[in-house]
């Protein structure tokens, strides 16, 4: 949409007046990404494999789940920063243009630091595609692009259901992070090697393993099933619920005011 | 005295005003911690004597590891002191009677300290849970005790650490570079991520040499077993070391740049 | 036309104490108390009226201009903008107004005025030669010309009021909300902006509602004025109306040569120097000009002048009239 590009610009504008930081930040995100990785090889360095996934098929999981993050966390910066903006005021100037407000909110700050991140993912993705031993059919390359962009709406979700917590509380939103910081790190292993239990829920509840897990057994082979391809797309159902919080939030705080 | 003591119990009340932190605090360590045990659990399945600590020692190192997440947190948001800084009123700091390093020294221990406290019940709840995920108490007493002062050798120094980056941010305005940095690189070369003893052999010599060693590495290894001995000693002698290092540098540059800070007018 | 009929607002806030005994209580049980923030609000603007709406601080200005804002919802009543009810058609609705929030601001900070101008202009779908009309005209009135290229974050408060209210203006809303407009400028930006609303009113037809402590704005832009205290809508009449009923004392302040004068009846000295009495006179007891025939026999005159009250005591005057 038009309207989103002229913010992104102005943004980019906006940060860009601090070279320095903005740089220096980008690093700092790099670092902490790569040494995420690092973990992540040194566990591979003591055994070949684990739950039947090999070291490569392992990474393609990481770097798929680590570029759907950092493009959710690029676009969602605006949600992160929601509960300041109930704070100071900054959201009755936005209800106060004819825009959505959850448009307006998304689109008030997209962090272009959270590249660094983005980058970090590129550069493992492109080990990991070729060493993965997986044939790169025209199914299989939909099947990584499903991943990453449902991915990052359903993280993109995951962020504007915390953002909504600031409607009903001014404290204690890291709670949310289990799912959203916690997601990423704990969905760098295949979800299925936390159990039965666990993947459940990430199937059903909080649809993280609907873009992590199913579709990796079908680009791995496990699965040749074409509903495996497809589970992303029933994960984008999560926007349903996700922005009818924010809306149910958005009443509240409209009539208990600040 | 009393100064420091007055800091640290408002710290303590401005922790507890928020229930709903204290229980997403709690849920939080929970939940993370759960399911980092879980996946330890899987590579283990693979290899059960490959690892360098036993499963049970892991499930340990984890829990007290999320537990006290914050307290081996080098860079924490302290709210009053990042705003003296990005304020640039550190002129007006110097006016006030204590110490300034001591002062925030003694605030970055309270926020620590507090906002662990809060997890503690999650820590006892670790104790009851059932099958792998159960936590177990050290075999004996002395051990406990040990890691006691190991853990509060490791708060000091894991904070004369943050008094370090406290002193860059004098320079800059890039807070949030420098944390995210910071961040990144002491979680972990201090064993926040991964335990030290997983590290590779090449590299692990270095990284038990430098500080971060002497944060959270040190207590949690005593209390699950697998700094046995003699080897006790010598850890929290490293402890020492480094944090008797860290708080003579950190003085040094602190002083210097407040020197500069004045000579130029704030 | 802007119409409120019985609108009501109450809040419920968390009650917080200190020390360390009622903090740890704290984490298990909350104690809340009621605010009545409007009690039973109704007026009626038609289009293009200038109205200033006075109170003490706390007294529902701000829920007011919320709920007419539609950023929040009342407990009951009738609100209705120009057919619109603020807060149930929210995105059609504010694309007629334009707000400024004295202490917010709405640029974005660290890039040029005239890029979060065009980012405004895109927001509110403002057709291209209008927004180029809108910003030419703007920029004549309230002589923007250079500022436009500079970051918001470089402005002084003046004039970055001057950008706010542009802002505010671009999309040619009907109603304008000023939420203490003038709030810490210096002199002369005041003057600028108060003359340029007027203008935009006479020009425009443009609603204005006026929130303000500063009484020189309501003396030099509006007729009429609604009091809020309490919750409760006061006073709903014209400036001068209320002159009449609050302020018929007169100030005196007179220069002399030689003896001070005896006072008399009708007079209460309010200051004295060496040379010089401020008195103030009750009309109905003493004229004017009696009053000054009386000082001029008691001793040799040198300079009289006669003022009414200022503003600020009249409003004091109400305040204390009406305990708020």
């Known amino acids: 949409m038009k309207l989103y590009l002229k913010y992104c610009a102005i943004n980019m504008k906006s940060q860009m007046q601090y070279k320095f930081s903005f740089f220096l930040v980008i690093f700092g995100q790099f670092l902490s990404a790569f040494t995420m990785f690092f973990g992540v090889l040194f566990m591979f360095s003591i055994i070949n494999a684990v739950d039947g996934f090999t070291y490569s098929q392992v990474l393609l999981c990481y770097a798929s789940m680590s570029m759907a993050f950092s493009l959710a966390e690029l676009v969602s910066s605006g949600f992160a920063t929601f509960s300041g903006m109930l704070a ?86 890291e709670f949310m992070n289990v799912l959203t910081y916690g997601g990423r790190e704990h969905g760098r292993y295949p979800f299925s090697i936390y159990g039965k239990g666990v993947l459940r829920f990430l199937t059903f509840v909080i649809p993280l393993a609907l873009f992590q897990y199913y579709p990796l057994l079908y680009l791995i082979g496990r699965e040749s099933s074409v509903y495996y391809m497809l589970t992303p797309l029933f994960g984008l159902l999560f926007m349903i619920p996700s922005c009818a919080f924010f809306r149910f939030g958005l009443g509240r705080y409209r009539s208990t005011g600040s | 005295m009393r100064t420091y003591f007055a800091v640290f119990r408002m710290r303590f009340i401005a922790a507890f005003q928020y229930r709903i932190v204290a229980f997403s605090s709690m849920t939080t360590s929970l939940v993370w911690g759960f399911m980092s045990i879980l996946a330890y659990a899987a590579f283990y399945r693979v290899n059960p004597d490959a690892f360098p600590m036993t499963f049970p020692q892991t499930v340990s190192y984890v829990w007290i590891n999320q537990t006290f997440l914050l307290w081996f947190a080098v860079v924490f948001t302290d709210g009053d002191i990042e705003s003296t800084l990005e304020s640039g009123s550190i002129a007006y700091e110097l006016a006030r009677p204590a110490d300034l390093y001591w002062r925030w020294f003694t605030r970055a221990c309270a926020g620590r300290v507090a906002m662990s406290v809060l997890r503690l019940p999650a820590l006892a709840a670790a104790f009851l849970l059932p099958g792998i995920l159960k936590m177990t108490l050290p075999p004996d007493l002395i051990r406990l005790l040990l ?4 853990m509060v050798l ?84 490293f402890q020492v070391f480094w944090l008797v290092t860290l708080i003579i540098l950190g003085k040094l540059a602190m002083g210097y740049s407040l020197r500069k800070v004045v000579a130029q007018g704030g | 036309m802007i119409k409120l009929q019985n609108i009501n607002k109450t809040f419920r806030v968390a009650k917080r104490q200190s020390g360390f005994g009622h903090a740890v209580k704290a984490l298990f049980l909350r104690e809340y108390e009621l605010i009545h923030a409007l009690s039973d609000i109704s007026f009626t603007i038609p289009d ?15 829920t007011t201009i919320k709920i007419m804002c539609g950023i929040l919802t009342p407990d009951n009543g009738l609100c209705d903008i120009d057919g619109y009810t603020p807060w149930k058609e929210r995105t059609a609705y504010v694309s007629t107004i334009g707000v400024v929030f004295g202490q917010r601001s709405q640029l974005w900070w660290d890039v040029p005025v005239i890029d979060s101008f065009e980012l405004i202009r895109d927001i509110y779908k403002v057709d291209e030669k209008l927004y180029k009309d ?31 209210i542009a802002a505010s203006l671009l999309h040619n809303p009907k109603t304008l909300f000023l939420d203490e407009p003038t709030i810490g400028l210096d002199a002369v930006s005041k003057i600028a902006v108060r003359q ?129």
């Open chain 1, 88 to 173: 100071n005021g900054t959201f009755d100037r936005i209800l106060v243009r004819p825009q959505s407000s959850i448009f307006q909110v998304m689109a008030s700050r997209i962090d272009l630091a959270r590249l660094g991140i983005t980058a970090q993912s590129v550069i493992i993705l492109c080990w990991a595609v070729p060493n993965s031993g997986v044939s790169w059919t025209w199914d299989k390359i939909l099947t990584l692009c499903l991943m990453i962009i449902c991915g990052s709406i359903i993280f993109s979700c995951l962020f504007l259901i915390q953002a909504s917590f600031a409607f009903f509380t001014t404290e204690g939103l």
């Open chain 2, 147 to 150: 890691f006691v002062l190991s």
């Open chain 2, 154 to 237: 490791a708060l000091f120094v894991t904070v004369s650490f943050t008094m370090l980056m406290y002193v860059t941010m004098f320079h800059t305005i890039s807070f949030r570079g420098i944390r995210l940095t910071v961040t990144a690189v002491t979680t972990f070369l201090s064993g926040g991520l991964i335990p030290l003893p997983f590290f590779p052999a090449s590299i692990r010599g270095i990284v038990e040499a430098l500080p971060f060693a002497a944060m959270q590495n040190i207590p949690l290894r005593i209390y699950n077993g697998n700094i046995t001995g003699i080897d006790v000693i010598y850890g929290i002698g």
């Open chain 3, 48 to 62: 293009g009226e200038m109205v200033g709406y006075i109170g003490p601080n706390g007294a529902g200005k701000s």
């Open chain 3, 134 to 164: 809108n910003l030419d005209e703007l920029s004549v009135l309230l002589d923007l010309g250079e500022l436009l290229k500079t970051p918001a974050r470089s402005l002084s408060l003046g004039q970055r009021m001057r950008c706010e």
């Open chain 3, 196 to 324: 340029f609303i007027k203008k935009m009113n006479a020009e425009h037809g443009t609603t204005v509602i006026l929130t303000t402590h500063d009484m020189q704005d309501i003396e030099a832009l509006t007729e009429r004025i609604l009091l809020i205290g309490k919750g409760r809508i006061l006073l709903d009449g014209s400036l001068s109306e209320l002159r009449k009923r609050f302020s018929d004392h007169k100030t005196l302040v007179v220069e002399y040569n030689g003896a001070a004068p005896e006072l008399c009846e009708g007079m209460t000295l309010v200051g004295a120097r060496e040379g010089c009495l401020t008195l103030s006179l009750e009309p109905s007891l003493l004229s004017i000009s009696d009053a000054i025939a009386h000082i001029a026999g008691k001793t040799e005159l040198l300079d009289v002048s006669v003022s009414g009250v200022t503003s600020e005591e009249m409003v004091a005057a109400m305040y204390k009239e009406y305990h708020i």
